[in-house]
């Protein structure tokens, strides 16, 4: 579904990925994991049209989108769920999810979206009139996943969904994350939190220093002593 072929991306003139290649099929989770630094949030920038590659190519179901516009990538099934979650703080619940529907004006498709994002997550139609800034770590995460769902992406990328929220809370996050998969999405996921990721995942790939330096299945990168002792601490 996305193949990603000697990737380079720059902040300043500064290089900070260096030929990095990887593909994701269609159905499948993958992990980028690595330490901070390491590169993964610029690589999801580069894929999402937030930063544009120096070098090489994204294919996209067999379409060159390497230089496209973020909002084009949008319409063609594409959505990012950023780092940091970037909601829109005094907007309430209800219209933070409503501006991630901005592509259709068709009020019975965005009356059903809402209602799929309020089935995965209920406490946000619970919150519905509450502005962002005053949820919690993670139901801000939650809306931000709502927001990024209600463009109807057939792939999804999620950068650090675990970022800032209660441990509790992490195993519901991933989990929603499996459901989605099973609901068709193809899902590509940075996370910091190397033994969730593993889990969920199919395959995975370590950056280091802007750079693929492992790559595998997931569950055979957990048995791995270089992740062991890298990322485990075991």
């Given at each position: ?8 991306l720059?902040?300043?003139n ?60 949008v ?99 991933f ?9 068709g ?11 969730e ?5 199919d ?32």
């Amino acid at each position: 579904m996305l193949s990603v072929e000697n990737l380079q991306l720059q902040y300043s003139n500064i290089p900070v990925i260096q030929d990095v290649s990887f593909r994701v099929q269609k159905g499948e989770i993958v992990a980028l994991i690595g330490g901070n630094g390491s590169g993964k949030s610029t690589i999801m920038k580069g894929l999402s049209g937030i930063l544009i590659p120096i070098a090489g190519r994204v294919i996209f179901e067999k379409e060159d989108i390497t230089k496209s516009d973020a909002h084009k990538k949008v319409a063609m099934g594409i959505s990012l769920i950023p780092e940091g979650r970037r909601l829109f703080p005094n907007l309430s619940v209800f219209k933070n999810l409503l501006l991630g529907a901005y592509l259709t004006k068709d009020k019975e498709e965005i009356a059903k979206r809402l209602d799929y994002i309020y089935g995965i997550f209920p406490i946000l139609q619970d919150r519905i009139s509450q502005k962002a800034s005053t949820l919690s770590g993670g139901e801000q995460q939650m809306l931000a996943i709502g927001r990024g769902l209600m463009s109807k992406p057939r792939f999804l990328m999620l950068d650090e969904p675990s970022w800032g929220i209660a441990p509790k809370l992490v195993d519901k996050i991933f989990s929603v994350i499996n459901d989605i998969r099973r609901d068709g999405v193809t899902v590509l996921l940075v996370e910091q939190d190397v033994q969730e990721a593993l889990e969920i995942c199919d395959r995975a790939y370590v950056i280091q220093t802007g750079r693929v330096v492992m790559e595998g299945q997931g569950s055979e990168l957990l048995k791995s002593d270089m992740i062991q002792k890298a990322f485990l601490g075991l």
